[in-house]
Nanobody
């Protein structure tokens, strides 16, 4: 069973930084694209950043220049370095990964439980 676990969320003042981590565990054949979404109360879940297995990043416009997504040496890890945080960044941040569990299986998307990021002014 594949499990994604996020960590690193918390309370930070505007202008501060946080680093989110996500670890994928369980039996799997390969991990493809990994990424981060966020959802604020009353708003739709939105893509923050994603990164392919080859390390190609993609960012939402509202975080370009402030956030950096990267994968660890262990390919089951993905991180989101968040700098210059704004109150508008307050949301639950979810890790996601597209994973092939078995060599002959289809690729599926998996989600973590989320970690709260709160940015105060």
């Amino acid at each position: 069973q594949v499990q994604l676990v996020e960590s690193g969320g918390g309370l930070v003042q505007a202008g501060g930084s946080l680093r989110l981590s996500c670890a994928a565990s369980g039996r799997m054949f390969s991990i493809n694209t990994m990424g981060w979404y966020r959802q604020a109360p009353g708003k739709q879940r939105e893509l923050v950043a994603s990164i392919t297995s080859d390390g190609m990043p993609n960012y939402a416009d509202f975080v370009k220049g402030r956030f950096t997504i990267f994968r660890g040496n262990a390919k089951n890890m993905v991180y989101l370095q968040m700098n210059s945080l704004k109150p508008e960044d307050t949301a639950v941040y979810y890790c996601t990964a597209n994973i092939r569990v078995l060599i002959a299986a289809q690729d599926n998307d998996y989600w973590g439980q989320g970690t709260q990021v709160t940015v105060s002014s």
